[in-house]
């Protein structure tokens, strides 16, 4: 949006790099709001949360706002992977769609990045011959289409699907 010359906003402002959140400060973070509304939750649990978003403030703090309108004071593990089902089954339509928009080979390589979680080298005999992609020339046609498309991103050495949901529901299909 902003480094796109054809884009409205070129160049319309200065670039800011955030890092994540310590793992630490968010967790604790988290369990203070929970025991200031008179909840309970699981460190572990909050520590599986993080993990399971890859410490993405979004993702997280979508995850803990499904468990914030549970009406359980105790969170339980079996509380949070039901709220984790159901994520992702809210969004299964619109993953649908997206499979719907991908052609068979994108959408083979789509699937493997997120069932790898992430790639670094996606052209490798292993990597092609385990999720059945085709010659190289294919996957790089198809990495090109879905990188163009904003499907997946190019991130600490590897490979991404940007929607850590959408990314979470291929790894079961």
Same mark, same amino acid.
């Given at each position: 949006?902003?480094?796109?010359?054809?884009?409205?906003?070129?160049?319309?402002?200065?670039?800011?790099?955030?890092?994540?959140?310590? *793992?630490? *400060?968010?967790?604790?973070?988290?369990?203070?709001k929970f025991i200031q509304s008179g909840r309970k939750i699981n460190m572990k649990d909050i520590e599986f949360i993080i993990e399971w978003c890859r410490?993405?403030?979004?993702?997280?703090?979508?995850?803990?706002?499904?468990?914030?309108?549970?009406?359980?004071?105790?969170i339980t593990s079996d509380h949070l992977r039901d709220i984790l089902q159901s994520i992702l089954k809210e969004n299964e339509t619109l993953f649908y769609n997206y499979r719907n928009l991908l052609t068979e080979s994108q959408y083979r390589l789509l699937r493997a990045i997120a069932k790898e979680n992430g790639v670094g080298k996606p052209y490798t005999s292993i990597f092609t011959t385990t999720h059945k992609l085709g010659a190289a020339s294919a996957v790089n046609?198809?990495?090109?289409?879905?990188?163009? *498309?904003?499907?997946?991103?190019?991130?600490?050495? *590897?490979?991404?699907v940007y929607d850590l949901f959408l990314s979470k529901w291929l790894e079961t299909q």
């Open positions: 949006m902003f480094f796109n010359q054809n884009r409205p906003f070129y160049q319309s402002t200065q670039l800011l790099s955030l890092n994540p959140i310590q *793992k630490e *400060k968010y967790k604790n973070f988290i369990q203070a410490n993405h403030t979004y993702y997280i703090q979508y995850v803990c706002n499904m468990i914030y309108g549970n009406d359980s004071e105790m046609t198809s990495l090109s289409a879905l990188l163009n *498309k904003e499907m997946i991103f190019f991130d600490q050495e *590897k490979y991404q």
